[in-house]
């Protein structure tokens, strides 16, 4: 019995994740699963060198991770560097969002002004044929270049 190990025991071993170890079971044929597995209870029970070749290590060679408290130590400052950068480069980001919005903004409100600006025109026209006066053809080209200026800023909102 000292050749089966438990799932947990060859996650010590190996040095691998548990998803790591289930993973190798579950793509084990049948016959290999009654060759390398058996039901110790309710425990699942694997070949020990089985599990070691297929993951790679060499059979009777046990790599159990070790930390001492440098490790710790260095492993903790690094990733504290590493949230560091991230939170940086996080607030770079907001703030080029940030940049742009207020680019869309101004141009949202040129947009705006614009509009008005045809409106008012659209009415001065309105009632200039109302009164009997005639569009003439400059009018109604200016009329259609702010037109298409307008078109022009709403895609590059957009």
Do not use: C
Not at 48 to 70: C, M, N, W, Y
Not at 110 to 139: F, H, P, R
């Amino acid at each position: 019995m000292e050749d089966y190990i438990t799932t947990r025991q060859a996650i010590e071993i190996t040095g691998k994740s548990e998803s790591t170890i289930r993973r190798i079971i579950r793509n084990l044929t049948t016959s290999e699963k009654s060759q390398y597995t058996i039901m110790k209870g309710r425990s699942l029970m694997l070949d020990r060198e089985f599990i070691l070749d297929k993951i790679g290590a060499e059979p009777g060679k046990v790599s159990i991770r070790t930390f001492d408290a440098q490790t710790t130590f260095d492993t903790q400052r690094d990733t504290i560097k590493h949230l560091h950068w991230l939170s940086e480069k996080q607030s770079d980001t907001i703030s080029d969002k940030d940049e742009t919005i207020k680019e869309l903004m101004a141009k949202l409100l040129q947009v705006q002004n614009d509009l008005k600006l045809l409106e008012m025109q659209a009415q001065s026209l309105k009632n200039k044929k109302e009164a009997g006066s005639g569009l003439n053809y400059i009018e109604l080209f200016a009329v259609l270049v702010l037109i298409l200026a307008l078109a022009y800023l709403v895609v590059q909102i957009v």
